[in-house]
Structure formats: C-alpha cells, structure tokens
T-cell receptor, first 114, second 114 residues
Framework: GEQVEQLPSILRVQEGSSASINCSYE??????FPWYKQEPGENPKLIID?????ERKQIQELIVLLDKKAKRFSLHITDTQPGDSAMYFC?????????????FGLGTTLQVQP | DTTVKQNPRYKLARVGKPVNLICSQT?????MYWYQKKPNQAPKLLLF???????READTFEKFQSSRPNNSFCSLYIGSAGLEYSAMYLC?????????????FGPGTRLLVL
C-alpha cells in the first residue's frame, strides 16, 4: 500500500503550548519522511525531515519522531507562536537509487490562537 | 537559490482545449516532479523526470504528458482539458542520491477548467 494517514485534520492550540501531528504509513520500505509547511498563497516548504536510520530529530522548536515498527512518525512543535499557523503535510518516501516518490498525507491545518 | 518557478500562476482553460504548464529551476537538480492537488486531498504525484527519463504514474498515464528540453525546464501538458483537471499543479525538484533528496516546491499553478 501507498497510503499515508495524517491526523488531526484541524488543530487549534493556544500560543505557547505544544502541537502534535501524527502520521502513519503502509509501505514498510519507506525510508525518508519529510514535513512541509504551507502558508496561504505560498509553496510548500520543507521544515524538517527524518530518515529511517534515526528515531528522533530536533531543529529548534520542531521535533520529529519515527517508530519504524509501528510505521508511525510525528511532528511536535513546542512553544507554538502565531507564525506557526499554517497547513502542515507529512510525507513518506522510498528512496531507491535515483528515484524517490513522496506519498503525502491529507494535511493538518494548525491554528495558533493568541 | 532554492527557487522553483512556475508559470503561469493561474490558468483558465476551456473544456477540450490543451493546457501547457511550465516549471523551471536553476539548482541543477536531476529530478523534476509534477503533483496535482485538489481541495481536501493530498498532493498526488503525476509524473517525474529523472534526467531525461520520464516516469508516469499508472493511474494518470494517459492523461498527462511532459517534456524536459533541458535540465532547468519541465512542462506538464494536458491535450484535452476536462472539468476534472481543475486543481492546483505543483512542480518540485530534487537532487537524488546520498542525502540530497529534499524536494523543493514551486508556488503552483491553479488551473480552472470551464
């Protein structure tokens, strides 16, 4: 299978609190998991990614966790700010040789309320 | 410069007419992708070029064509637009191999078929 499930579809949090988005994938051979942030009228931008040889990665307030056994990965934003409000997409990819195909989740709309 | 450019940003087409969308990047990336995104759906890969080799997804094989006259440019061609082609079309590029598999997205072309 090539589905990526992403939940929740809408997430509302108070400024300063944390936000978590969860994704699951079907293809056990997936080895690359990027997260994209898309603001209205803008193109999706990569914010953080993790490869299958890692379980945890952190860039400033962004933390991604990968559980290969459960085929789940998640994004955690600590100390959310209004500027974090956007659509977030997770994706899974099997990079083999010179090809890689991203399978996207449906996206999560994050609203950070002041 | 990690910019992927797309032209036009908005396109209005008549049913049965052809549509040609353009994407360019100056990052010397091996691979260029085209995704289709409809409201409340995940971005869906349509096809990608690795160098001069075109790979089209099985379920969209007959609906879309593409050309890549040089490393920097890639087009998406619809021979006869139908109403179901109305969507956002996202172009992306990447340099695969090693850890250089990040896909950079363009701003998208919003196609409306009437």
């Amino acid at each position: 299978g090539e589905q990526v499930e992403q939940l929740p579809s809408i997430l509302r949090v108070q400024e300063g609190s944390s936000a978590s988005i969860n994704c699951s994938y079907e293809d056990s051979a997936s080895n690359y998991f990027p997260w994209y942030k898309q603001e209205p009228g803008e193109n999706p931008k990569l914010i953080i990614d993790i490869r299958s040889n890692m379980e945890r990665k952190q860039i400033q307030e962004l933390i991604v966790l990968l559980d290969k056994k459960a085929k789940r990965f998640s994004l955690h934003i600590t100390d959310t700010q209004p500027g974090d409000s956007a659509m977030y997409f997770c994706a899974a990819s099997r990079i083999t040789g010179n090809t890689g195909k991203l399978i996207f989740g449906l996206g999560t709309t994050l609203q950070v309320q002041p | 410069d990690t910019t992927v450019k797309q032209n036009p940003r908005y396109k209005l087409a008549r049913v049965g007419k052809p549509v040609n969308l353009i994407c360019s990047q100056t990052m010397n990336h091996d691979t260029m992708y085209w995704y289709q995104k409809k409201p409340n759906q995940a971005p869906k890969l349509l096809l990608f070029y690795y160098d001069k080799i075109l790979n089209r997804e099985a379920d969209t094989f007959e609906k879309f064509q593409s050309s890549r006259p040089n490393n920097s440019f890639c087009s998406l061609y619809i021979g006869s637009a139908g109403l179901e082609y109305s969507a956002m079309y996202l172009c992306a590029s990447s340099r695969l191999g090693g850890n250089q598999d990040t896909q950079y997205f363009g701003p998208g072309t919003r196609l409306l078929v009437l």
